[in-house]
């Protein structure tokens, strides 16, 4: 009569309570282990301080509502190659020149993911290395059409500022080459800090820590 679980009050108190604790360690506590070990197997993508603040403004600016950071992979003809398993890139996203489908761990430091689903603009993932000139970035951000003709990007002429910088802060901004075309009402323009952040996170993105020795482009 004692261990009748619907007249002993201790357990009716410690079985659910045992029961919930075991649960929350096996859907949550356990889960966020294995991933977190997963994760610090993974090199971080950047430790400085500049790209980390942009990608805070890569993510308040909402460049992921046209551009995304995943090359999707055709499942269908995945094969193991030297027991690492290698999946091919789906021709719809052959075009942006990547060999390599996007794998879980390029996501590993990433809070919040910045995978995107809508492509107006190309995808991203390797910017920093198929276009590696910071002045172009800051052309194309003032006037993506400057340097792309035709582009659909909006220009974000509010990072960057015609009025010289204060002497004491000069570091923290950079002057911009105007070329023609670019549209500025001035001589000299500077990228402001923000700008700079922004680029330095864009250049970061080249997937090279997974990519080493095994592609060439
Ligand atoms: C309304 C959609 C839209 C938004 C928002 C947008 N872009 Fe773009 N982006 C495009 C389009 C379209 C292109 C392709 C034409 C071009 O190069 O400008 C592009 C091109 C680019 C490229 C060149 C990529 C390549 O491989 O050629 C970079 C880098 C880029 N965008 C960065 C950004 C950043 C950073 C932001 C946020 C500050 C942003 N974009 C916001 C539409 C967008």
């Given at each position: 009569m004692g261990l009748n679980i619907h007249t002993n009050h201790r357990m009716l108190f410690f079985i659910p309570a045992i029961s919930y604790l075991v649960l929350v360690y096996l859907c949550a506590v356990w889960p966020a282990m294995v991933e977190m070990e997963a994760m610090e197997a993974v090199p971080k993508p950047f430790e400085d301080e500049l790209p980390a603040i942009g990608r805070k403004l890569y993510g308040s600016y909402n460049c992921v509502t046209c551009h995304t950071q995943q090359i999707r992979g055709d499942e269908r003809k995945a094969t193991d190659v030297d027991g690492v398993r290698t999946t091919p890139v789906l021709t719809a996203d052959a075009r942006f020149g990547r060999e390599l489908a996007t794998r879980a761990?390029?996501?590993?430091?990433?809070?919040?993911?910045?995978?995107?689903?809508?492509?107006?603009?190309?995808?991203?993932?390797s910017t920093g290395r198929r276009l590696p000139a910071v002045q172009w970035h800051y052309w194309h951000l003032y006037n993506?059409?400057?340097?792309?003709?035709?582009?659909?990007m909006p220009p974000?002429?509010?990072?960057?500022?015609t009025t010289p910088p204060p002497p004491d802060e000069e570091f923290d901004y950079e002057e911009v080459l105007v070329i023609e075309g670019l549209g500025v009402k001035s001589d000299r323009l500077w990228a402001t800090p923000d700008a700079k952040a922004l680029v330095e996170y864009l250049l970061s993105l080249k997937r090279e820590h997974l990519e080493q020795g095994r592609l060439a482009k």
């Open positions: 761990e390029e996501y590993a430091w990433q809070d919040p993911v910045f995978m995107g689903t809508q492509r107006t603009g190309p995808d991203l993932s993506p059409q400057a340097v792309s003709p035709g582009s659909l974000h002429r509010f990072l960057f500022t």
